[in-house]
């Protein structure tokens, strides 16, 4: 996730990826959107449960993946989700 919650940070190809150089919450919100709209996918047909991996310095990531799974109305038990905390940046 931390590709989809901080694209700023990636360097190659950043327009081709959006489209347009707008990077706007709505629309990372959308394009991790359909990345996890693909893991569920793929997860689903190996009969595997997702596993989402987050953390505080991915920028919106924890955001994305919650608004995701609240409007998907998944339940706890059916996604993996996991984040890093207590990273001190220096």
């Not at 990345?35 to 689903?44: K, P, T």
């Not at 190996?46 to 799974?69: I, M, T």
């Amino acid at each position: 996730m931390a590709a989809l919650g901080r694209p700023g940070y990636i360097n190659l190809d950043r327009d081709a990826v959006f489209g347009s150089k707008d990077r706007g919450v709505d629309i990372m919100q959308s394009q991790a959107n359909i990345v996890i709209d693909r893991l569920f996918e793929e997860s689903g047909a190996e009969g595997k449960q997702p596993w989402l991996d987050c953390a505080r310095s991915y920028g919106l990531s924890e955001k994305f993946v919650g608004e995701y799974l609240r409007g998907h109305k998944i339940s706890p038990g059916d996604v993996y989700v996991s984040s890093k905390w207590g990273y001190t940046y220096v």
